[in-house]
């Protein structure tokens, strides 16, 4: 089946320190990858995502590369800032089953001036 | 961008009542809307998918007479949770796209829902 895992948190870094929240996950088709971001008080919004292998998504500065060899979307970003304290969802969507969305269990991450 | 909202953002009620969810999309046309459904420390399961003008489609496990869902208008989506028990309390996101295919989600905050 599919599945997502990622790590756990709470994540505390200090304002530009290197981010690194790993994410993977198993699959039987070929899936898409996202990373989606949750602020405080607000839905969740797509981060950035990655639909085939070895494709790199990227967004403000946050990167992932879709792995197929060792099954992971881990999330770096070189340098956070405080606003990026919120709450991180590594998911995929299987083509096979159309709609689908597996999400991990959120990672949540706080930055400290 | 487009903006999903949802009402009320929390609520509690008691055990053998029903609640209602609302999710709107406020600057777009909602084709479909997804209600997930979040445990603490845990993913967002997907509940159903609803298309504008038919019967929702649940997943399996979820119990349709339970959690009803109706999607009346392309902006309006609502979850009524009927006769709440305690095992009920959730988080419960909806999501809405304006075409059928995944890439188009758009998420509300979720709804805190405590049945006590």
């Given at each position: 089946?599919?599945?997502?895992?990622?790590?756990?948190?709470?994540?505390?870094?200090s304002e530009?320190?290197?981010?690194?929240?790993?994410?993977?996950?198993?699959?039987?088709?070929?899936?898409?990858?996202?990373?989606?971001?949750?602020?405080?008080?607000?839905?969740?919004?797509?981060?950035?995502?990655?639909?085939?292998?070895?494709?790199?998504?990227?967004?403000?500065?946050?990167?992932?590369?879709?792995?197929?060899?060792?099954?992971?979307?881990?999330?770096?970003?070189?340098?956070?800032?405080v606003?990026?304290?919120?709450?991180?969802?590594?998911?995929?969507?299987?083509?096979?089953?159309?709609?689908?969305?597996?999400?991990?269990?959120?990672?949540?991450?706080?930055?400290i001036p | 961008?487009?903006?999903?909202?949802?009402?009320?953002?929390?609520?509690?009620?008691?055990?053998?009542?029903?609640?209602?969810?609302?999710?709107?999309?406020?600057?777009?046309?909602?084709?479909?809307?997804?209600?997930?459904?979040?445990?603490?420390?845990?993913?967002?399961?997907?509940?159903?998918?609803?298309?504008?003008?038919?019967?929702?489609?649940?997943?399996?496990?979820?119990?349709?007479?339970?959690?009803?869902?109706?999607?009346?208008?392309?902006?309006?989506?609502?979850?009524?949770?009927?006769?709440?028990?305690?095992?009920?309390?959730?988080?419960?996101?909806?999501?809405?796209?304006?075409?059928?295919?995944?890439?188009?989600?758009?998420?509300?905050?979720?709804?805190?829902?405590?049945?006590?």
């Amino acid at each position: 089946g599919n599945s997502v895992t990622q790590m756990e948190g709470p994540v505390t870094l200090s304002e530009e320190a290197f981010l690194t929240i790993n994410c993977t996950y198993t699959a039987t088709g070929y899936p898409s990858l996202f990373w989606y971001v949750q602020y405080p008080g607000e839905g969740l919004q797509l981060l950035l995502k990655a639909t085939k292998a070895d494709d790199k998504g990227s967004n403000k500065g946050f990167e992932a590369t879709y792995r197929k060899e060792t099954t992971s979307f881990h999330l770096e970003k070189g340098s956070v800032q405080v606003s990026d304290s919120a709450v991180y969802f590594c998911a995929l969507s299987d083509p096979d089953t159309g709609n689908q969305f597996y999400f991990g269990t959120g990672t949540s991450l706080t930055v400290i001036p | 961008g487009a903006v999903v909202s949802q009402h009320p953002s929390w609520v509690i009620c008691k055990s053998g009542t029903s609640v209602k969810i609302e999710c709107r999309s406020l600057d777009f046309q909602a084709t479909t809307m997804f209600w997930y459904r979040q445990f603490p420390k845990q993913s967002l399961m997907l509940m159903a998918t609803s298309n504008e003008g038919s019967k929702a489609t649940y997943e399996q496990g979820v119990e349709k007479d339970k959690f009803l869902i109706n999607h009346a208008s392309l902006t309006l989506s609502t979850l009524t949770v009927t006769s709440a028990h305690p095992e009920d309390s959730s988080f419960y996101i909806c999501s809405a796209s304006q075409t059928s295919g995944w890439q188009e989600q758009y998420f509300g905050p979720g709804t805190r829902l405590t049945v006590t």
